[in-house]
């Protein structure tokens, strides 16, 4: 299944609209489902929301963002949570459920899950562009089964992330 093959849950334009607990537009990426529950065409370019939903497993790749904030909210079991501002301020913390990470535009960062959960995530309008680009959209909602997992090819993160302000840190050491 392609994001051609897949109609968006997402109004066009912003109006007022409801969705249930599991409704969104949904996308694997790696061994996670994002869903998706506003992005800035619903918001007029102000924000964007999603769950993440996953298990214990490897972490995301390094990277920042030069224009996007991004937030972690802990709903359900616990992250690991890297930040690194660039300036001498390296930190990592596991966040637990009730917990929340912020990661400014310019800061690299990555996160694992170390116990299955769901993250809540609001970033700058456009960030969920790049899981449209690099997901499998799927209509099952839930944590994939690992046969479903979905590993894009590295050029294509690479080629995608360029053109959605997610840029990868190559060779970056994730830290104690």
Same mark, same amino acid.
């Given at each position: 299944?392609?994001?051609?093959?897949?109609?968006?849950?997402?109004?066009?334009?912003?109006?007022?609209?409801?969705?249930?607990?599991?409704?969104?537009?949904?996308?694997?990426?790696?061994?996670?489902?994002?869903?998706?529950?506003?992005?800035?065409?619903? !918001? $007029?370019?102000?924000?964007?929301?999603?769950?993440?939903?996953?298990?214990? &497993?490897?972490?995301? *790749?390094?990277? =920042? +963002?030069?224009?996007?904030?991004?937030?972690?909210?802990?709903?359900?079991?616990?992250?690991?949570?890297?930040?690194?501002?660039?300036?001498?301020?390296?930190?990592?913390?596991?966040?637990?459920?009730?917990?929340?990470?912020?990661?400014?535009?310019?800061?690299?960062?990555?996160?694992?899950?170390?116990?299955?959960?769901?993250?809540?995530?609001?970033?700058?309008?456009?960030? !969920? $562009?790049?899981?449209?680009?690099?997901?499998?959209?799927?209509?099952?909602? &839930?944590?994939?089964? *690992?046969?479903? =997992? +979905?590993?894009?090819?590295?050029?294509?993160?690479?080629?995608?992330?360029?053109?959605?302000?997610?840029?990868?840190?190559?060779?970056?050491?994730?830290?104690?």
């Amino acid at each position: 299944m392609t994001a051609a093959d897949v109609t968006s849950a997402l109004p066009n334009v912003p109006a007022p609209y409801f969705l249930g607990e599991a409704d969104g537009d949904k996308l694997v990426l790696f061994d996670q489902l994002f869903t998706l529950l506003t992005t800035g065409t619903q !918001t $007029d370019g102000q924000f964007d929301a999603f769950f993440n939903d996953g298990r214990p &497993g490897q972490a995301v *790749p390094p990277h =920042f +963002h030069a224009l996007t904030h991004e937030t972690f909210f802990v709903m359900e079991g616990a992250i690991r949570l890297w930040v690194d501002d660039q300036q001498g301020n390296r930190q990592t913390r596991i966040l637990e459920a009730g917990e929340f990470g912020y990661v400014p535009k310019n800061t690299i960062h990555s996160y694992r899950i170390e116990r299955t959960g769901r993250i809540f995530g609001i970033t700058s309008a456009g960030f !969920t $562009d790049f899981f449209r680009a690099v997901g499998r959209p799927t209509a099952q909602a &839930g944590i994939p089964e *690992p046969a479903d =997992f +979905h590993i894009p090819p590295l050029e294509l993160l690479g080629a995608e992330g360029a053109k959605h302000d997610v840029n990868f840190v190559p060779g970056y050491e994730l830290f104690d």
